[in-house]
Nanobody
Framework: QVQLVESGGGLVQPGGSLRLSCAAS????????MGWYRQAPGKERELVAAITRSGSTNYGNSVKGRFTISRDNAKSTIYLQMNSLRPEDTAVYYC??????????????WGQGTQVTVSL
């Protein structure tokens, strides 16, 4: 079994910053792509940022230039540095990972989510 645990969410004022972390643990052979998604009330879950094992990144249009995703393969952890936060960034942020538990077996796992609220 594989677990993804997010941390770092909270309440921040507009223009502020937060850093999210997501650590993977369990029966892991290798972790391939990892990413962050978010879901606001009444809206569909959307991609925030993704990163490959080699470090290539991809961002949602609404966060480009403000958010930065990074990865520490030795710690099986990804980070999301969020700067210049806006009220519309308010959502539950979910970590996602494509994990190989054996050489020929892989599956997608999700964390439980962490709330980010941007408000005065």
């Amino acid at each position: 079994q594989v677990q993804l645990v997010e941390s770092g969410g909270g309440l921040v004022q507009p223009g502020g910053s937060l850093r999210l972390s997501c650590a993977a643990s369990g029966s892991i052979f290798r972790i391939n792509d990892m990413g962050w998604y978010r879901q606001a009330p009444g809206k569909e879950r959307e991609l925030v940022a993704a990163i490959t094992r080699s470090g290539s990144t991809n961002y949602g249009n609404s966060v480009k230039g403000r958010f930065t995703i990074s990865r520490d393969n030795a710690k099986s952890t990804i980070y999301l540095q969020m700067n210049s936060l806006r009220p519309e960034d308010t959502a539950v942020y979910y970590c996602n990972a494509d994990v190989m538990t054996r050489v020929s077996i892989s599956a997608t796992y999700w964390g439980q989510g962490t709330q980010v609220t941007v408000s005065l």
